[in-house]
């Protein structure tokens, strides 16, 4: 079972994709800030982390720095996805590694997962 | 004499600038790399300096070396400076210290045989020739520099707003150096015999480089340089007034230009204000402005949190994660679905409008096939197309160049018109075209639909104006597509325009875009 972390701090948000994911078949954990996503990948080891970029205290792009210049969980692929839609924004997490940056009112929790799909194709 | 109370002037200049910008913010990288810049600039003209003067040989050879020494920390922190400049950049450990290491090497290199070599004087100027790294001295500097620029020319091209006009003041300091410094000391000695202290412009030319840079960091009346040119001329006018009273033949005439000089100081003053005062208020104004996105942007923010909820609850609802939906129920959660979209769209174009009316809007320019992206749209919207019986064709050219376009914009002006086309068309169909007219990329639109009236058209691409057959077919929308699009196309030197015969015979929807 392939197991996804979200970092995502608006529960409605959070809780809603866990729910799609886990309907179809992943293995969901939830980290509501950046401190809490590092601890949680470091200890789960996702195959994929969904990353919102607008979090409360130190943001998306903070956490991508700091997965970056940590050895245990650098290779695990990000998707950044957000409703901040800010071109610096998005070209500094692509600059840091995120696979993509999706704007999340223009993609349904379907659609989002087709993504995590693809990109669980591409890094098998 | 006057060279030396010259340079002590420069110095004096330059460790000002320095402080300010650096106890400004103490703390923030780039005021710290400026600092070192200015530091190391400091001791690379000292040194440049006294290696001519006539003093000691041994004292004139060390401060040769010293010379070579200080321009590759000059040129390091230059360097780091700019790409970090005017937002600090991330940059992987093994980059930093590969940096730090080959300037750290070069540094201490430069105190040996290694980079200069054979020291001689010859009447009273010092030479050398080139030790067996030089080059790779060399090419260090060249890339410092060369890396440092090119940077920040691409970075100036991707800005906007106060950010780009920091980037053209950093800019326009380097270029002052450069057409300064180049005739001063590359070309004119080739030719001709350059006295000394004319040659030391072109070092002393980083003065103004540091004063631009300064004005950009601290963003000092960034959107009014015609103060800072104001203030300048008046002081300079000034100082050569002052001159002429000194100077003058008689005591008359020192009366007559010391009465000139105080009534040029009033008027200077008077006009001093009032440019300041017009600066101002257009700080003011730009400064409403920004509160104005910055409020747009986060309520856009805080708008598309609830949407995205609903959006995807009522996908999976639709995609009968709950169970299967009654039929009745299924189509009004459709069109409540359908509302919500539409309402996504609405506040995605009020934060387009807003960013392109204060000059936020960013491009991310790269080479790409229109074609692909035409066909990505047409599939996008075949079911729409064929829900109402419609055809959709693209007639594709064999050959067309890649163009140097943002990607998204495009994309959203494309699927915009071949949308509206759809909406505004009950019988026939659209036709796509895409080909090369006088050396530009035409995309033509054309419909067998409702068509415009020549009031229609001249209004089609205005804030909030939408055509009457809006409301006679029920098509929804704010009336800022064409308005967004239209800017997108003008944003990439573009063109984009609408042909009609009249109303009921159809309408032709056109974009060029220069091929680059």
């Not at chain 2, 009004?332 to 919500?340: A, D, G, L, R």
């Not at chain 2, 015969?501 to 875009?513: M, P, R």
Request: hydrophobic share 45%; aromatic share 12%; charged share 25%.
């Amino acid at each position: 079972m392939k197991k996804i972390l979200i970092i995502e701090d608006e529960k409605v948000l959070a809780e809603m994709y866990k729910e799609k994911l886990e309907r179809e078949g992943f293995e969901v954990i939830l980290a509501f800030n950046v401190k809490e996503g590092i601890e949680s990948a470091k200890r789960e080891r996702p195959d994929v982390i969904l990353l919102d970029i607008l979090l409360a205290g130190e943001n998306g792009i903070d956490f991508l720095r700091k997965q970056k210049e940590n050895q245990e969980i650098f290779q695990i692929p990000v998707i950044a996805f957000s409703n901040y839609d800010d071109p610096r924004a998005k070209k500094e997490a692509k600059e840091l590694g995120a696979k993509e940056y999706l704007i999340k009112t223009n993609y349904t929790p379907t659609q989002i997962i087709e993504k995590i799909k693809s990109i669980l194709k591409q890094i098998e | 004499m006057f060279s030396l109370l010259l340079l002590v002037l420069i110095i004096f200049l330059l460790t000002l600038i320095g402080v300010i910008v650096f106890f400004k913010n103490p703390k923030n990288k780039i005021n710290q790399y400026f600092g070192l810049t200015i530091f190391f600039g400091i001791l690379w003209i000292l040194s440049n300096y006294f290696e001519n003067e006539p003093i000691s040989e041994i004292y004139r050879i060390f401060f040769l070396k010293f010379d070579f020494a200080s321009a590759i920390l000059l040129v390091l922190f230059f360097y780091l400076f700019c790409q970090n400049f005017p937002k600090l950049k991330f940059f992987p450990l093994k980059y930093k210290i590969t940096i730090y290491f080959l300037a750290s090497l070069l540094f201490i290199l430069s105190f040996s045989d290694l980079i200069i070599k054979n020291i001689y004087f010859e009447n009273t100027t010092i030479q050398f020739t080139r030790g067996s790294l030089f080059w790779i001295y060399f090419s260090f500097i060249l890339f410092c520099i060369g890396g440092g620029l090119k940077n920040l020319i691409s970075k100036y091209k991707q800005s906007r707003g106060v950010e780009r006009l920091q980037i053209l003041y950093v800019l326009l300091g380097a270029a002052i150096i450069i057409v300064i410094a180049t005739p001063l000391n590359l070309i004119l000695p080739q030719v001709i015999f350059i006295p000394l202290e004319i040659a030391r412009m072109g070092i002393y030319s980083f003065l103004f480089f540091c004063f631009f840079t300064a004005l950009a960091i601290t963003r000092y009346h960034l959107f009014g340089i015609e103060v800072i040119l104001t203030e300048a001329l008046v002081g300079a006018i000034g100082i050569l007034l002052i001159v002429q009273i000194f100077t003058a033949p008689t005591f008359w005439w020192r009366i007559v230009n010391g009465i000139i000089f105080v009534l040029f100081c009033i008027f200077g003053y008077l006009l001093i204000r009032s440019v300041f005062k017009e600066m101002k208020l257009r700080e003011e104004t730009e400064k409403i402005s920004q509160a104005k996105t910055e409020f747009i942007s986060i309520a856009s923010h805080q708008l598309r949190t609830p949407l995205s909820a609903i959006k995807g609850y009522l996908s999976m609802i639709l995609e009968g994660s709950y169970g299967t939906l009654p039929e009745k129920v299924k189509e009004k959660m459709e069109k409540v679905f359908q509302s919500n979209e539409r309402l996504i769209k609405l506040v995605n174009d009020i934060l387009s409008v807003s960013k392109i009316e204060v000059g936020e809007m960013e491009m991310s320019l790269e080479k790409e096939d229109l074609r692909e992206i035409i066909k990505e749209v047409i599939s996008e919207l075949s079911v729409k197309a064929k829900e109402k019986n419609l055809y959709l064709k693209f007639e594709e050219p064999k050959e067309i160049p890649k163009i140097l376009i943002d990607r998204e914009k495009i994309r959203q002006v494309i699927l915009n018109l071949i949308d509206n086309a759809i909406r505004y068309t009950q019988e026939g169909g659209v036709k796509v075209k895409l080909q090369i007219v006088n050396n530009r990329l035409q995309i033509a639109i054309s419909d067998t639909g409702e068509g415009l009236s020549k009031e229609e058209k001249e209004k089609l691409f205005e804030r909030f104006s939408r055509g009457t057959a809006g409301a006679k077919f029920w098509v929804e929308g704010a009336g800022l597509g064409l308005y967004i699009a239209k800017k997108f196309v003008e944003m990439h030197k573009g063109k984009i325009w609408a042909e009609s015969e009249g109303k009921g015979k159809g309408s032709t929807f056109f974009v060029e875009l220069p091929i680059k």
